[in-house]
């Protein structure tokens, strides 16, 4: 036996300080008696029967004396060497994504789980010392390293199942980061393995022990819903909706779609083993509101029965057309429906009255506040064309942007464009060997594109894709607010010109207080919960929609091994033991005994004078 | 005379006869017999006659055979001399039912039952306050029924006081009253000179002795725990003491050695020996106890 801290033996000092105090003479309560002659011989007799006379009267004397030697020797830290369990730097990460609120095992997958991860608590050794981390939309770490039982019970305890879709992977990094040059280290993740994006983790050496939870069962899931104008029928919605099946027995539920709280269609749906189906609700609407589409299935997953979404009453865009004369420009815009055109000679800004400005080859006084489609001009913030090219050939264009939508640059001919070099937040979206001759991008929330030739000096205008280009830049300049949004992610919106106070109320009730950045945008990460959300801001209310529809999540199928990477596979499997070389202290067990001695103290007094 | 005993217990008692198994070697005419002779009708031995003797003792029908005078002899009845030896200490006065009028009440019984008997009581309290001196002196040598109402008002104007030296008490009356009798002795015997001595002195004078050994409930059995001081009422002495109900079985057996010593003691000297709590019924301990003990019948 050895000790930690050798030098605590000077509180054997307080030993005679112990005995000094029985020296003291105790105070006792004074009782007149007839004769004391009983009393001296019943005391004689007691004393004369006593196997250890000299400690007649100090039995509790010695107790104490052994409780403070005992005391010390425990403040010494006396310790064992030998073989024995432990050390271990242990990373738990409990899954807590919406597929962990499955009921295909009672009472359910996150109950189970943690029942998990405290077996693996109590199995800790004194020097073992774990990090718990929570894996949903994101990660948090729950418990930093630590030894302590009891709080790293607590904090499992709180922990709770949110309605997010699970990013194992970022849980995976943090604890391959916390555990590298680390010896004896274990990660233990806690998870019915609904995350294919471990796939993109290469397992290296990480020493990961997955312990499934669930099983699997039947589940009805709604994966996708929107919401668009009916093409054909003015002030007609058409609500499209998919529906999974990721059992493989063929289910059937009712279906329900709300507009607020009115019912506004019904239909029983019946889906195939594994697989979709899809809906197609339409519904008349004449104020914003929100359509909400209920699954009247008792399945083991209920988070995935109900999605929402916001549909705002369609309103026509308008725009300011600023040019010195452009027929073929002002004739393609006026062709895009719904759209109020004004057109000027002059710039004056008009903020917020019309939702893009067109800039048709005019330097304006003051750049524009909004969105902008800026041709052959472009702000001086930006950059400064170093010159002309003549006749630029179009080598590529990207026809995946939104704004190349059906365009075609084969047939365009283009006389003479301005030679520059964007800005990095423009993307190049038609490119000449020489310089991109179309950009476009979005910077603090303005969107902008930027043609970089005069159309009249191209053959463009008499293409069919010109049309069709501006017809693009019109949706793409004036974009539907994004009112749906999944799970976990952040929900941004431009809601002013200035910095102002929200305050947000959450699907369950609770509100959280927040604050637009200065340039008035409103950026809100708390979205953990599904549901309807409402910001509220000076007199102004606005709605937003946080939906799970996660394919993944609704397949809640219980994964008996994880693919990681390309090569590696874990299979489920139990906790494995490691077998170190640890000093094992014993003060615990010493100060347990002390506590014992105390205890046994108090009733033998009490015993004595009781 | 009611506070000491019940009208109903004095009937009782009188029922009642002290009993000596020793005749009475007393002076004083009693009914008691002895081994002296004298006038009585009850028939002793023959003498010869000498000049002198009473003419009307001499047995005619013998000399009328034998032509011979002898003188008939007759046993002299005597008075047995009953004294009772009462610890008025300090002691005495502990106990929820005082053992001094407890003690009191025992005392008043015997002399009850003797003065009933036609024998001489004399009640010997220790020690003795001097105001106390006349009212012992009331209490000696009381004779016949008719003094009991007497003896028992003065028994009951009796007090406790000061420190008992019980040796000394039982040694004065052994030299005091030569002629022996029965001694009864009420006493809680907690005397730290010890009683031997005395005890020893009374029974070579040839007394037949009577112990009665009084304590109360809390010397039996002491209710008070803790961390104590005890005070000894009589001499002021200090024990200290930690005591707890887990003592109590020890406590006991104390009692018990202390009471049986005494009990083996008065044995092994002829002496009746009974022990009594001083809340115990009067009656009981009267009729049954020391009637048992053969202190009367």
Not at chain 1, 97 to 122: C, F, G, H, N, Y
Not at chain 1, 146 to 160: D, E, H, I, P, Y
Not at chain 1, 559 to 567: A, V
Request: overall charge neutral; charged content about 20%; aromatic content about 8%.
């Amino acid at each position: 036996m050895n000790f930690l801290t050798p030098e605590a033996l000077v509180f054997a000092a307080t030993l005679p300080v112990v005995v000094v105090f029985y020296l003291l003479k105790r105070r006792r309560v004074a009782r007149l008696v007839s004769s004391t002659i009983l009393w001296q011989r019943f005391l004689n007799e007691t004393q004369a029967s006593s196997p250890f006379q000299k400690l007649r009267h100090n039995w509790l004397l010695v107790i104490q004396l052994v409780l403070l030697a005992l005391a010390v020797f425990a403040l010494t830290r006396p310790y064992f060497a030998g073989n024995l369990e432990g050390s271990r730097f242990i990373v738990a990460i409990l899954d807590v994504s919406a597929s962990m609120q499955a009921t295909d095992v009672s009472p359910s997958r996150l109950a189970q789980a943690k029942a998990e991860a405290a077996k693996l608590i109590e199995s800790m050794h004194d020097r073992d010392r774990m990090v718990l981390l929570l894996a949903g939309a994101v990660t948090e770490v729950r418990q930093s390293p630590t030894s302590a039982k009891a709080a790293l019970r607590s904090v499992l305890g709180q922990a709770r199942a949110t309605d997010s879709p699970t990013h194992l992977l970022d849980a995976v990094k943090l604890a391959q980061n916390l555990t590298r040059n680390r010896a004896r280290t274990e990660v233990h993740l806690f998870s019915d393995g609904a995350s294919p994006d471990l796939e993109e983790f290469e397992l290296q050496d990480l020493n990961l022990v997955y312990h499934r939870v669930g099983e699997g069962g039947d589940n009805l899931g709604i994966v996708s819903l929107e919401v668009r104008p009916h093409p054909e029928q003015a002030g007609q919605q058409a609500i499209f909706a998919t529906v999974a099946n990721t059992s493989t027995n063929s289910l059937s539920s009712d279906v329900s779609l709300f507009f607020g709280e009115r019912l506004v269609g019904n239909r029983r749906v019946r889906v195939g083993a594994t697989n979709t189906a899809s809906l197609v609700f339409i519904a008349s609407q004449n104020t914003n509101g929100v359509f909400r589409l209920e699954l009247k299935s008792s399945d083991a997953l209920a988070v995935d029965n109900t999605a929402s979404v916001l549909s705002l009453a369609r309103r026509n865009t308008r725009a300011l057309l600023v040019t010195r004369g452009n027929s073929f420009l002002e004739r393609a815009l006026r062709s895009v429906s719904k759209l109020d055109l004004d057109v000027e000679a002059k710039f004056t800004d008009p903020g917020a009255a019309v939702d893009f400005v067109v800039l048709d080859d005019v330097v304006p006084s003051a750049w524009p506040s909004g969105n902008v489609l800026a041709i052959h001009t472009q702000s001086t913030n930006w950059f400064q064309p170093s010159g002309s090219i003549d006749g630029p050939p179009i080598v590529d264009w990207k026809s995946t942007h939104p704004l190349l939508r059906f365009v075609n640059f084969d047939n365009v001919q283009v006389a003479k464009a301005l030679a520059a070099k964007p800005p990095a937040w423009m993307t190049p979206l038609v490119e000449s060997p020489a310089a991109p001759l179309l950009a476009a991008g979005e910077n603090n929330g303005q969107r902008t594109v930027w043609i970089g030739f005069n159309p009249l000096d191209s053959t463009w205008p008499m293409r069919v894709s010109f049309p069709i280009f501006i017809a693009n830049a019109v949706d793409w300049l004036n974009p539907d607010a994004r009112t749906s949004i999944r799970v976990g992610e952040p929900f941004h919106m431009r809601l002013a010109s200035e910095e102002q106070s929200v305050t947000i109320e959450l699907p369950d009730g609770s509100t959280r207080e927040t604050r637009t950045t200065t340039t008035g945008e409103l950026i809100f990460g708390d979205t953990f919960q599904q549901g309807v959300y409402s910001a509220t801001f000076g007199t102004n209310a606005l709605l937003f929609c946080v939906n799970l529809l996660n394919s993944d999540e609704s397949r809640i199928r219980s994964r008996e091994s994880l693919q990681l990477g390309e090569y590696s596979t874990v299979e489920a499997t139990v906790e494995a033991k490691v077998q170190a070389n640890v000093d094992k202290e014993a003060w615990r067990w010493i100060a347990l005994i002390c506590l014992g001695f105390i205890l046994f103290e108090w009733w033998f007094y009490h015993r004595r004078t009781a | 005379m009611a506070a000491l005993i019940s009208p109903h217990l004095l009937k009782r008692l009188e029922q009642l006869q002290l009993l000596a198994r020793r005749r009475s070697k007393s002076t004083a005419k009693g009914e008691r017999r002895s081994g002296a002779r004298g006038q009585s009708v009850e028939f002793a031995d023959y003498r010869n006659y000498v000049p002198g003797d009473d003419l009307r003792r001499i047995d005619w029908n013998i000399y009328g055979r034998l032509d011979r005078l002898f003188l008939k002899l007759y046993e002299e009845e005597r008075e047995l001399p009953v004294t009772i030896f009462l610890d008025a200490s300090e002691s005495m006065s502990f106990g929820q039912v005082s053992k001094f009028d407890f003690a009191r009440q025992v005392t008043a019984a015997v002399g009850y039952v003797a003065l009933c008997g036609f024998d001489r009581v004399t009640v010997e309290p220790f020690p003795l306050g001097d105001d106390q001196v006349s009212l012992a002196g009331e209490l000696r040598q009381v004779r016949g029924r008719k003094s009991s109402i007497r003896f028992f008002e003065n028994l009951a104007k009796l007090k406790v006081a000061g420190t008992a030296d019980l040796n000394q008490a039982l040694r004065r009356g052994a030299m005091k009253h030569r002629a022996p009798g029965v001694s009864v002795i009420l006493s809680d015997f907690l005397d730290p000179a010890g009683y031997e001595e005395g005890i020893k002195a009374l029974a070579h004078r040839g007394s037949e002795i009577h112990a009665v050994q009084i304590l109360s409930p809390e010397e039996l059995e002491p209710s008070t725990y803790g961390d104590l001081k005890v005070i000894d009422s009589e001499t002021g002495a200090e024990q200290e003491v930690t005591f707890g109900k887990y003592r109590l079985k020890t406590y006991r057996a104390t009692v018990q050695n202390y009471c049986l010593r005494l009990q083996e003691f008065c044995r092994s000297r002829g002496i009746c020996y009974q022990l009594s709590r001083s809340d115990t019924l009067i009656d009981d301990l009267l009729l049954k106890a020391m009637r048992t003990g053969g202190m009367w019948r």
